[in-house]
């Protein structure tokens, strides 16, 4: 049996930010990952087989991909597919290392727009620990975006735009809308033992130079090397619970089919918005026949995914837009706070990113259907190099239908119920994204498009999952605390995505970082209050 002070579930973003915080405090920490270390060495970015493989070994989807580390999921009534990654590291590994921070309104849309909630918190609480985390994850970006209140400059200088940023740059400046250059957990200089960007353009298969954060790379090095532990291949199936309610550690499977537990004073779930009720929900018991923490009946509701949409530009020169990192180049926010004449309420983010190589100009993707025989050198001379494409993260309201539950008849290789999800776009989301693809569309004209083609409510990009353990102040209404600390155990916490109250219309990471750091440095300040078991 392992034994620890404090037990972290899940080796991510966010269990990365907490383990690294806990170590330097001198807490003995154990890390439960149900994958594995990640091996640079076998990214597909070195290989011309690169983009065939992110359809399947390196799907962001674990149905696709089907890995021995991966559970599968019943996606079957959702309208957006999930996609994660099982490691070291989490879905870092794979995300494209967009860094936005979610904006001021975010946390009051209650208060601004009469829908959803406000947060129990503020853009300035969390201000200081997003200026932290960008400094210790290495963020490139230029200071003075005027869609951000002021505060620190990113630690590192933007990254390049190239010729595509550089075109719709000056598109929006001829039109008056804003676009800045996007920050990026991708270094443009070397930092902390690290290597700059070499601009592969293949960021959601892994980086093999090490310029993309991920925590795998900086945070658990430190964190093993101040006395962490990390058991990899350690698949927990549910929470243990003392009879006086307190939390007292986790049951897990090995890869061997052996069955294990680990004791600890404190739990930390840092699982993601899937993962996290998955094992909250399979927890149940006699005692808490609805799962654990689940007084609210709101562990697994509220999901939130940011329904996502693509427009994209063709133009009669090479562009080049196959190169550089995958994030953004630039950053567009002309439109994402609320304006009620639009018929819709909140906004969206656009990032501007590469647009594949031969093999994704070749085969069906966004860019286009595939065209074999006589039309296919002309299809790939249109789409290789020469496009411009923007991404749109919408804002996506949280609507208690919208779930995360357990399939008794689906399980993953060690019979643990797998999750099921339900999730619908909303009719306010499908408006919104309607609009900015409009918008989009003459953003790329202005830049001088010759044509335009959109690709709205994608399936496979549930990359950003959110929500379903929400934090708040009242516990009939709300799943945890500011700082993560369930309202019904007091020593069981959530460091992840699920905390979400909103989704905002942004990329999640930088803001699942920052509110760990906050709820870690809070658990660590007030350890002597802390209720333990005996």
């Not at 690294?20 to 070195?46: H, I, K, N, T």
């Not at 200081?128 to 005027?146: C, I």
């Not at 004073?265 to 609805?290: C, F, H, K, M, W």
Request: proline share 7%; hydrophobic share 40%.
């Amino acid at each position: 049996m392992e034994q620890a002070d404090v037990l972290i579930i899940g080796a991510g973003a966010s269990g990365g930010v907490a383990a690294g915080a806990l170590a330097q405090a001198g807490f003995d920490v154990l890390c439960l990952e149900q994958g594995q270390w990640p091996d640079r060495a076998d990214y597909p970015a070195q290989r011309r087989t690169y983009e065939l493989e992110a359809r399947k070994q390196w799907s962001g989807s674990p149905n696709v991909r089907g890995r021995a580390a991966d559970y599968p999921v019943n996606d079957v009534e959702s309208d957006v597919a999930p996609l994660m990654y099982a490691g070291v590291g989490g879905s870092m590994v794979l995300y494209a290392g967009d860094w936005p921070r979610l904006l001021p309104s975010d946390f009051r849309v209650r208060s601004l727009d009469g829908v959803a909630d406000d947060w129990p918190l503020r853009y300035g609480d969390l201000q200081p620990f997003y200026e932290r985390t960008d400094a210790a994850f290495g963020v490139s970006g230029a200071g003075g975006d005027p869609a951000y209140p002021d505060g620190a400059e990113p630690p590192l200088p933007p990254l390049p735009i190239g010729a595509i940023g550089a075109r719709m740059a000056r598109a929006h400046d001829r039109l008056g809308w804003h676009w800045w250059p996007a920050a990026q957990a991708v270094l443009s200089a070397p930092h902390q033992g690290r290597r700059p960007c070499v601009q592969f353009g293949a960021c959601m298969q892994g980086c093999p130079e090490g310029a993309k954060a991920s925590t795998d790379l900086t945070h658990w090095p430190s964190a093993v090397a101040g006395g962490v532990r990390l058991l990899t291949g350690a698949r927990v199936s549910r929470i243990l619970m003392s009879g006086n309610g307190l939390a007292t550690g986790a049951e897990f499977v090995r890869p061997d089919g052996s069955w294990h537990v680990a004791r600890a004073e404190v739990v930390i779930l840092a699982a993601n918005a899937v993962g996290t009720p998955r094992i909250l929900l399979n927890s149940s018991s006699p005692r808490y026949p609805d799962g654990l923490a689940n007084s609210s009946g709101l562990v697994g509701r509220r999901l939130m995914v940011h329904p996502f949409a693509n427009v994209t530009g063709y133009f009669d020169e090479d562009l080049t837009s196959w190169r550089g990192h995958v994030g953004a180049k630039i950053a567009c926010y002309e439109f994402y706070e609320t304006d009620t004449d639009r018929g819709f309420v909140r906004g969206a983010k656009w990032s501007l990113a590469p647009t594949g190589g031969p093999l994704d100009a070749a085969l069906p993707s966004r860019a286009g259907n595939e065209v074999w025989g006589p039309d296919h050198h002309e299809h790939i001379r249109k789409h290789l190099g020469r496009t411009i494409s923007w991404g749109i993260f919408g804002e996506d309201l949280p609507d208690e239908a919208n779930r995360v539950t357990t399939d008794s008849a689906l399980t993953d290789s060690s019979g643990i119920p797998a999750p099921k999800l339900n999730y619908t776009v909303n009719e306010n989301s499908r408006r919104l994204l309607d609009f900015h693809v409009a918008r989009a569309t003459e953003s790329l004209q202005a830049a001088g498009a010759y044509e335009t083609a959109a690709e709205s409510l994608m399936r496979y990009s549930g990359w950003h999952l959110l929500g379903t353990t929400r934090m708040g102040t009242d516990p009939a209404t709300s799943v945890v605390d500011e700082y993560g600390r369930s309202h019904d155990v007091p020593n069981l916490y959530v460091m992840d995505g699920s905390v979400f109250v909103t989704s905002g219309g942004v990329n999640p990471t930088s803001t699942i970082t920052a509110l760990a750091l906050r709820a870690v440095e809070h658990l660590i300040e007030h350890r002597r209050e802390q209720r333990v078991p005996a």
